[in-house]
């Protein structure tokens, strides 16, 4: 499974970005993986990867952190094998690497272990 983010960029506090992450693979059902969306703060070594969002396979079930609760927006398009991040009233303190994950069987959608495949992220920079 490949997956490849973009969409991410500089942005002054209150603005928005829609990240995009495009799945392919040899024999790739992109609708039989869960997605979900991670960020890490690239000046922290160490630090673990802290979810953002998810979505189920079908894209009835969306789950949020709390600190982008109501600013962000995890969809996809099962016709595409696409799945998206849209992200409203930025702040500086969301600025980080955004990625894009997928597993097929998921426990614990909040959590980096339950996902396999990652993409290789992108930058968000959230100016004050």
């Known amino acids: 499974v490949l997956l490849v983010e973009s969409g991410g960029g500089l942005v002054q506090a209150g603005g928005s970005l829609r990240l995009s992450c495009a799945a392919s693979?040899?024999?790739?059902?992109?609708?039989?993986?869960?997605m979900g969306w991670f960020r890490q703060v690239r000046q922290v070594p160490g630090q673990a990867r802290e979810f953002?969002?998810?979505?189920?396979?079908?894209?009835?079930?969306?789950s949020y952190a709390d600190s982008v609760k109501g600013r962000f927006t995890i969809s996809r398009d099962n016709t595409k094998n696409m799945v998206y991040l849209q992200m409203n009233s930025l702040q500086p303190e969301d600025t980080a690497v955004y990625y894009c994950?997928?597993?097929?069987?998921?426990?614990?959608?909040?959590?980096?272990?339950?996902?396999?495949?990652w993409g290789q992220g992108t930058q968000v920079t959230v100016s004050s």
């Open positions: 953002v969002a998810s979505i189920s396979r079908s894209g009835d079930t969306t």
């Open positions: 693979g040899r024999s790739f059902m992109f609708d039989r993986y869960g």
């Open positions: 994950a997928a597993d097929r069987t998921i426990v614990d959608v909040t959590s980096p272990d339950g996902y396999d495949w």
